[in-house]
């Protein structure tokens, strides 16, 4: 454990932030150190270049006849702003309480390197593995992996496989073992709604000249009723309903409703009516604003009618829900009722499809097998409100399952500063790595 915490934090050091162009070099660098781990540890592995980062494909001696597990992680970050409200360098990795503060801890770096780790673990105890391995890890998962699908076509036949596994989720409590059976989908747009074709005077102008703030704000409020209902006709036609079962597990879990309180310091939870919860963040499809602006944003007052103003929208979807049925749908509502006093312009984001597997399938029952002898109780069973969009891709292009057992928890600030990992969730996920091969092997 010693060694393989201090390779963690050797890790850890590697700016490796894959939406800056100042960081590709050490992109390149931190792939370079993954791979001569691998190739230590026995595995042969290859660096496989793209149009932007490196894609790292490694394997054991594959022989017929043995279940094949694709383990799935990326070795990209998110950036480190706002820096200021860190407490310690990002890169510089700081132990305090039995966590470690880094950026990449939770997000994804503590969790890969964990099953790198148990596999080293094994490997050194018998000499082998029980079974035939892949890691695939990419660099761009945090810039939506532009390239890992068509890495995942041009080489499907190198990566083909019976189940994959990926711990880039989380789980409900400390010491709760967690099994993510769901991941909500996801589909972005942005909206500019431009007005004159410069800053006007609104006084000279006002009330003749339709403002751009004024139109968009409409368009903004025209997304829910006042039960946090979305009103964009025909949303929720394909949405699946969360099942009895769920919503009885669900209801027995730690957390919930006052465990968000108390970590978003809301005043008070905010919803669709009529949900829980659980249910709202994840098996309900939402709409959000991530971002807004036009007109004057400085000191004081400017008297302007702006020339045009944005907003970036992301709606979280569920099963059924197809992201290109809800980009249209969602573009034809906001053209609907944007009137021809200002010209809208619409940019379609990046989207994933949701996702939802069989928890008890025949690789579900062995990872849950497996959980249960990492952590000596019945795993939670859940859904979880983000996205993964490769998971489905993995379906879709491989034609296999994906088993999602996160070691995060709440509140180890995943993309905010001062991120952080429990030391002995890292050492649990060890553990786990070396059940689940065992689990995987037998199943």
């Known amino acids: 454990m010693s060694a393989a915490l201090d390779d963690l934090l050797t890790f850890l050091r590697f700016p490796s932030i894959s939406t800056s162009s100042a960081h590709a070099g050490d992109l390149v660098n931190c792939a370079e150190w993954l791979k001569a781990k691998l190739i230590g540890m026995g595995l042969s592995a290859v660096l496989h270049p793209t149009a932007r980062h490196p894609v790292l494909v490694a394997k054991n001696q594959h022989q017929p006849g043995r279940p094949t597990l694709l383990i799935y992680g990326h070795y990209d970050v998110q950036p480190v702003d706002p820096l200021d409200q860190w407490i310690s360098p990002p890169f510089e990795p700081r132990i305090e309480n039995g966590r470690i503060y880094a950026r990449g801890s939770t997000d994804n770096k503590g969790q890969l390197l964990a099953h790198v780790s148990g596999v080293a673990a094994t490997l050194a105890k018998y000499g082998h593995l029980p079974l035939n391995l892949t890691f695939l890890f990419e660099g761009e998962e945090e810039i939506g992996s532009p390239n890992l699908e068509p890495f995942l076509k041009a080489h499907r036949s190198d990566l083909a496989c019976d189940i994959i596994a990926i711990s880039d989720t989380g789980m409900v409590a400390t010491g709760v073992p967690t099994f993510t059976y769901g991941l909500r989908g996801i ?257």
Not at 234 to 253: C, H, I
Not at 285 to 296: F, H, K
Not at 309 to 318: E, N, Q
Not at 367 to 382: G, V
């Open 187 to 443: 589909a972005c747009v942005e909206l500019t709604v431009h007005g004159p074709s410069i800053d006007l005077h609104s006084g000279i102008f006002g009330g003749s000249v339709a403002n751009p703030n004024t139109i968009l704000s409409k368009l903004v409020a025209s997304l829910h009723d006042a039960d946090g209902r979305i009103l964009i006709p025909g949303f929720y036609d394909a949405v699946r309903p969360v099942q009895a079962w769920e919503s009885d597990a669900w209801a027995k879990l730690p957390g919930g409703a006052d465990e968000t309180l108390a970590l978003t310091g809301v005043p008070k939870l905010w919803g669709e009516s009529g949900y829980s919860d659980h249910e709202r963040r994840w098996a309900r499809p939402t709409a959000e604003v991530n971002g807004i602006g036009g007109g004057y944003q400085g000191e004081g007052s400017k008297t302007v009618i702006p020339r045009s103003a944005f907003a970036k929208f992301s709606f979280r979807l569920v099963p059924d829900q197809d992201p290109a049925d809800i980009l249209e749908k969602v573009s034809a509502h906001f053209k609907a009722i944007t009137p021809d006093s200002v010209r809208l312009e619409i940019k379609i984001g990046h989207s994933g499809k949701p996702y939802a597997m069989d928890p008890d399938s025949r690789f579900g029952l062995a990872a849950r097998r497996a959980l249960s002898r990492t952590f000596p109780r019945e795993p939670a069973l859940i859904r979880e409100g983000g996205s993964i969009p490769i998971v489905q891709s993995f379906r879709d292009i491989l034609g296999v399952e994906t088993l999602l057992l996160g070691l995060a928890l709440p509140d180890c600030q995943a993309h905010a500063p001062n991120e952080n990992f429990p030391i002995e969730n890292f050492e649990a996920g060890i553990l786990l790595n070396q059940a689940l091969l065992e689990e995987i092997a037998s199943a």
